[in-house]
């Protein structure tokens, strides 16, 4: 399981959110998704932590709370959905 953490600022680091979330237990995981073309951070974050009673307690206590001025969007991550689609977009088109 993973814990997805929202609207946090974009001057967050790793450590910080670290920090945070030592507090709830031991964690295995922190990802912070960068935007591809530009790298800069994307405003939210995953963590994984060593059980999952460790996780709700995090979820519950967190979700909602307010750090470094923002109200965190803290629950259980979902899987990442398959977006499909054709695959037009890159594709060569040999008509011009």
Same mark, same amino acid.
């Given at each position: 399981m993973s814990i997805y953490?929202?609207? $946090?600022?974009?001057?967050?680091?790793?450590e910080d959110?670290?920090?945070?979330?030592?507090?709830?237990?031991?964690?295995?995981?922190?990802? $912070?998704?960068t935007d591809r073309e530009t790298g800069r951070f994307r405003?939210?974050?995953?963590?994984?932590?060593?059980s999952e009673a460790e996780e709700t307690k995090a979820i519950e206590? $967190?979700?909602?709370?307010?750090?470094?001025?923002?109200?965190?969007?803290?629950?259980k991550a979902r899987e990442r959905e398959n977006r499909g689609g054709s695959g037009s977009f890159n594709r060569r088109d040999d008509r011009f």
């Open positions: 953490v929202g609207n $946090l600022s974009y001057e967050v680091t790793k959110i670290e920090e945070v979330f030592n507090e709830y237990g031991t964690i295995k995981r922190v990802h $912070l998704p405003g939210f974050a995953f963590v994984e932590m060593s206590t $967190l979700d909602g709370a307010n750090w470094m001025d923002r109200d965190l969007k803290v629950n």
